[in-house]
């Protein structure tokens, strides 16, 4: 996201860090969320943390996996927080910042992130802050960009041939297939890629006797990558996943200096991009 601003009306920096610091010590609060903002980092370009999203839940025994055992009683009014990742960086030399928030497990604080800071701006400094997205969203953005990897994806295929090999197993399973080149190699650009799947008369691609009926595309955008659909339904337009990218804890959530370090670099790729648009 990119946060607009006029030049010499107003420092956005101070903005930003008085947000920061008075929502570490004051929930962002909603119908049914309730979050706190912890600084991590600020240098003279980023500010960084994590935000302990946090949301309501039912009434509920907290169960063993195992043996079933309770554990411990979550009532209505009890909080189920989670960490997510934010960064407000600006690029040297330049009077705009951009912001990254982590979503995890289906669970996304963007919207609440971004209503909340606007709300800051207008209420504490009297101003209007503007926020848009900067990810490309065309395709034209990346059509000459290389593809590192092609992912098929087939839904509900049933399991009984995989139940031989694995054992018991769902009644109908979601199957996908990678393809991708070792080192700095590519499958091809996205636009020829896309071009040679349009010409087919056929919309799904075989492998092994399965018909996959989706494809995704990982694409290199500047030092970064992105998802983007071929065939079947994007769902991952305007994010970037770098799951892959990034340490994780005990708990599987993405240690906090090796998702900085990722972001910025991220954020410094796909900027080049944008500006180049």
């Known amino acids: 996201m990119e ?14 860090d008085q947000f920061v610091g008075f929502y570490s010590n004051n929930l962002i609060a909603g119908d049914d969320r309730s979050s ?8 003279e370009n980023h500010v960084a943390g994590i935000i302990h999203y ?4 039912i009434a509920a025994d907290i169960v063993d996996g195992q043996t079933s055992e309770v554990k411990t009683r979550r009532e209505r009014t009890d909080v189920e927080r989670i960490p997510l990742f934010f960064l407000l960086y600006t690029p040297s030399g330049e009077d705009t910042w951009y912001m990254a928030t982590q979503s995890f497990g289906g669970r996304s604080c963007s919207s609440t992130f971004n209503s909340h800071l606007r709300d800051f701006c207008q209420d504490h400094m009297n101003q209007q802050m503007m926020i848009q997205k900067v990810m490309p969203t065309s395709e034209d953005a990346y059509a000459d960009q290389s593809i590192q990897k092609l992912t098929l994806i087939r839904r509900r295929v049933a399991s009984e041939e995989f139940q031989q090999q694995i054992g018991e197993l769902a009644r109908e399973l ?7 080149v070792d080192g700095r190699g590519a499958l091809g650009s996205y636009e020829s890629i896309r071009d040679w799947i349009a010409e087919r008369e056929d919309a799904a691609l075989t492998y092994d006797g399965i018909e996959f009926d989706e494809i995704n595309a990982t694409v290199r955008i500047g030092s970064s990558y992105r998802k ?3 065939i079947g339904p994007s769902n991952v337009a305007g994010v970037i996943d770098i799951s892959d990218d990034v340490q994780r804890d005990g708990d599987e959530y993405p240690v906090y200096d090796s998702i900085l370090n990722t972001a910025l670099e991220v954020c410094n790729g796909m900027l080049i991009q944008y500006r180049d648009q």
């Open 3 to 16: 946060l607009g601003t006029n030049a010499g009306q107003f420092n956005l920096r101070s903005i930003l």
């Open 36 to 43: 706190t903002l912890e600084v991590m980092t600020q240098e």
């Open 54 to 57: 946090g949301s309501f839940g």
């Open 174 to 180: 979601k199957v996908s297939l990678s393809v991708s």
């Open 228 to 230: 983007v659909a071929l």
